[in-house]
C-alpha cells in the first residue's frame, strides 16, 4: 500500500487497513470516545459506528470523502449505545442508515432521554470541576481540572447538534454491501454487549469490525447485555478467522485479544457465582478485585458494575 497523508483532527487517528479500509481510533483527550470504519467499496463510500460527538462524526465524515472522494452513501449503526450513534446527525439527509431492527427499536426508546440526561450532565460536571480547579492543591491539579472544564465545554458546544437520527433500514440477520471494489457483509448474531449487536464483516480481507463486542485492555461494560451470549457471538467471531480486529475501545487487534475477553467473562462469572454461593451481596461482589491479567486496563469503574450486574444475573 502507498502512505497516506491522512487528514488531522483532535478526535480521531486514522489507520489503513487494506487498500480503501481504514479503522478510524478515538483519541483519548478527543471527543470520540468509540473507535469507528470507513470502507471503500469502489462505487460507494460506508462508514461503520459514528462516534459520541457530532464534531468528531464530522472529522470522520470529512476524512471519509476524502480518503474515497465521494460522499458517505451508508451508515452502519452497530449497536445502540451513544458513543456509537450519536453522530448521526452530522451525515446528509440521502445517506442511508442501517442497524438491527432491535438496535432501532432501543433507539427510540432510549435515545431521547439519554440526550437529555447528556445535557444535564455535562453543565453539572463543568461547574464540580470549575470550583475543584480554585481548590486545587497544587498545580497539576489546577491544570487537571482547568482541562476538564474545557473537555466538558467541547461536549456543551455540541449540544444543539444532538438530536436522534434513527436507521433508514433494519435487518435481523445479514444484510450484504456488493461493490465495484469489494463486498462485505453486516452481520448480527443477536445479542451479548446489548440487546442486539452487529459486526462488519471484509471476507476477502479478513477484517472485523466488532464494536464493542470486542474492546482491548478495556473492561467491557456487561449491563446492558448477555455473558452467556457474549460467548456465543465471540466464539462465532473466532471462526471468520479475521487477521485483523477493529474493536470498539482501544488499539487494533487480532484474535488473541478475543480470547482476553472470553477470559475476562468467563472470570468474573465465576466470581460472581462464587461471591452468590458463599452468601456475598452486590455490593461485596463489586469490592471484589479484578482479574490480575486486565491490571493497566482502561475503564475500571466498569469492573464494579459489572459485578454488581452478575450478582443480579448469576441467580436467575
Not at 46 to 63: G, W
Not at 251 to 260: H, K, M
Not at 281 to 308: C, D, H, R, V
Request: glycine share 6%; hydrophobic share 40%; charged share 25%.
Amino acid at each position: 500500500m502507498t502512505p497516506k497523508t491522512f487528514p488531522q483532527s483532535e478526535h480521531i487517528t486514522l489507520h489503513e487497513l487494506a487498500d480503501g479500509v481504514y479503522a478510524a481510533l478515538a483519541q483519548e483527550y478527543g471527543l470520540g470516545a468509540s473507535n469507528s470504519g470507513i470502507v471503500d467499496l469502489g462505487d460507494r463510500t460506508l462508514v461503520f459506528d459514528t462516534t459520541l460527538s457530532p464534531a468528531s462524526a464530522a472529522d470522520l465524515r470529512n476524512a471519509a470523502e476524502y480518503l474515497t472522494g465521494r460522499p458517505v452513501d451508508c451508515v452502519l449503526n452497530s449497536h445502540w449505545h451513544l458513543d456509537h450513534v450519536l453522530g448521526n446527525t452530522v451525515f446528509a439527509p440521502e445517506t442511508e442508515f442501517y442497524a438491527t431492527t432491535r438496535t432501532s427499536e432501543i433507539m427510540v426508546e432510549k435515545i431521547p432521554e439519554n440526550i437529555l440526561e447528556l445535557k444535564k450532565h455535562w453543565p453539572e460536571q463543568q461547574a464540580e470541576w470549575a470550583e475543584k480547579a480554585k481548590m486545587a492543591k497544587d498545580e497539576a491539579e489546577r491544570v487537571d481540572y482547568e482541562d476538564g472544564v474545557r473537555f466538558a465545554q467541547k461536549i456543551i458546544d455540541t449540544f444543539l447538534q444532538l438530536e436522534l437520527r434513527l436507521p433508514d433500514r433494519t435487518f435481523t440477520d445479514r444484510i450484504e454491501f456488493k461493490g465495484t471494489k469489494r463486498s462485505v457483509e453486516f452481520v448480527t448474531y443477536g445479542g451479548g454487549h446489548t440487546d442486539s449487536d452487529a459486526i462488519l464483516h471484509l471476507p476477502a480481507e479478513r477484517i472485523v469490525f466488532s464494536g464493542d463486542l470486542l474492546v482491548i485492555k478495556f473492561h467491557p461494560s456487561l449491563i446492558d447485555g448477555r455473558p452467556r451470549e457474549w460467548l456465543d457471538i465471540l466464539a462465532k467471531i473466532k471462526l471468520l478467522d479475521p487477521v485483523q480486529l477493529v474493536p470498539g475501545h482501544g488499539r487494533l487487534g487480532t484474535l488473541v485479544d478475543v480470547t482476553s475477553i472470553e477470559r475476562y467473562i468467563n472470570e468474573i462469572l465465576q466470581m460472581a457465582e462464587k461471591n452468590w454461593g458463599e452468601g456475598g451481596t452486590a455490593e461485596s461482589a463489586a469490592a471484589l478485585q479484578p482479574p490480575t491479567f486486565t491490571e493497566g486496563w482502561n475503564n475500571i469503574e466498569g469492573f464494579a458494575l459489572n459485578m454488581k450486574f452478575l450478582h443480579e444475573a448469576v441467580q436467575h
